[in-house]
């Protein structure tokens, strides 16, 4: 992959001095819509996601070509640059540049950057993510600025909440510049510390598996769950002495249904119990006890469906026909209402597994998934 980026740099601006790199998706295994409300998160890196090449130049122009977006390259300059309608994408790059200059770090040079992305569109598994600590990590080696990993993923989230406008917590970034080979990172979103835990699974298979539906609603759905947990701990945080959702117990739900509306409360009932499910998964998984993470991750669904409502047909569906073909343990990951699943099948099962699943899935939904066997992999990296 290395010598294909450095032959389409070649071609692009004339130039073979580029520096190659590399940035994973990543996959949430159990932890969902708790990083925001200050809560447990569990993710790993992924082997496939943003590679990008770049260089750097003798003036403030930034020159950016994308294999998916682009059909000739994207210039803006660093002292003039804002939000453009017209290359929605290029608002990640210029939002991570944002963020350093939030920071006081100041990019004196423009630069020349290649991309190219291999993570399936709309799959959920955080392209935003993938691309932001690629251009972090990319500008924090070109300039010598020494900037920590975890700073550096704040610097992506300021890109995602303040200059793009979504309103994600800190997983997606910290896990992609955090992960590691063969590992899981349980994250508290609250104080940023975090472990890594072996996450091999021997005669199990880590599967994601793409729903093949567009996730549409996405973004004003997330922004709309958040907007309904903040509503929550508003009310409940005088009274609890919180600061975050996740800091309330299960055994306290019972008196906190009385005091919130229907709808919000069952927002609360999903992220405490989220929270509970987390922390027995990563428990699980040190003990190696992988019918007790499975059992973790299909009650995960079942609380994104019932309580969070950000599931949908074809997550539901595709949960339900795996469980039903053999998986362990299945469950929605990323955003919701379509996107991915997660699921843990014994590799004995797995070819059958896979033709039960889709000639199932495609029976009901009228398309097929796609299958992907995944391992954890390294964070983002030069290659």
């Excluded at 925001?36 to 003036?59: H, K, Q, S, W």
């Excluded at 199990?204 to 973004?219: A, F, P, W």
């Excluded at 896979?354 to 990296?381: C, D, L, R, W």
Aim: net charge neutral; proline share 2%; with cysteine.
């Amino acid at each position: 992959m290395k010598q294909i980026l450095i032959e389409k740099f070649k071609k692009l601006y004339g130039r073979e001095d580029g520096t190659s790199y590399f940035s994973p998706a990543r996959v949430n295994l159990i932890g969902e819509y708790t990083d925001f409300n200050g809560g447990y998160v569990f993710p790993c890196g992924l082997a496939f996601g943003t590679y990008g090449i770049i260089g750097l130049r003798d003036d403030m122009i930034v020159r950016v070509y994308s294999d998916s977006f682009s059909k000739e390259p994207y210039v803006f300059e660093l002292e003039t640059f804002y939000k453009d309608e017209k290359a929605p994408w290029s608002d990640y790059i210029k939002g991570v540049i944002a963020g350093f200059y939030q920071k006081n770090y100041m990019l004196d040079k423009g630069f020349d950057l290649y991309i190219y992305g291999n993570m399936p569109a709309g799959a959920g598994l955080s392209s935003s993510a993938s691309l932001e600590m690629l251009i972090a990590v990319m500008i924090n080696d070109l300039f010598n600025y020494g900037i920590e990993k975890t700073d550096l993923a704040l610097i992506g989230q300021y890109a995602e909440n303040v200059y793009v406008g979504l309103n994600s917590g800190i997983m997606d970034q910290f896990a992609v510049v955090h992960a590691k080979k063969d590992q899981a990172l349980l994250l508290n979103t609250d104080t940023l510390q975090f472990e890594q835990i072996p996450f091999v699974l021997d005669e199990y298979q880590l599967m994601v598996i793409n729903t093949n539906k567009s996730r549409g609603l996405t973004e004003s759905k997330y922004n709309e769950r958040f907007s309904e947990c903040m509503t929550a701990l508003n009310i409940l945080k005088p009274l609890y002495q919180i600061n975050h959702l996740c800091e309330l117990k299960t055994k306290e739900l019972i008196y906190v249904e009385k005091l919130l509306d229907p709808t919000v409360f069952r927002r609360v009932r999903h992220v405490v119990t989220e929270q509970e499910r987390t922390i027995l998964s990563s428990k699980a998984l040190k003990e190696n006890n992988i019918e007790l993470f499975a059992k973790q991750m299909i009650g995960s669904h079942e609380s994104l469906r019932k309580d969070f409502e950000v599931t949908g047909k074809a997550l539901d569906t595709l949960v339900e026909v795996s469980l039903k073909a053999g998986a362990l343990g299945a469950r929605m990951t990323g955003a919701g209402f379509g996107g991915c699943i997660v699921a843990i099948v014994d590799k004995k099962i797995l070819k059958n597994f896979i033709e039960e699943t889709e000639k199932n899935y495609e029976s009901i939904m009228g398309f097929k998934p796609t299958f992907y066997t995944v391992k954890a992999k390294q964070g983002t990296h030069k290659i």
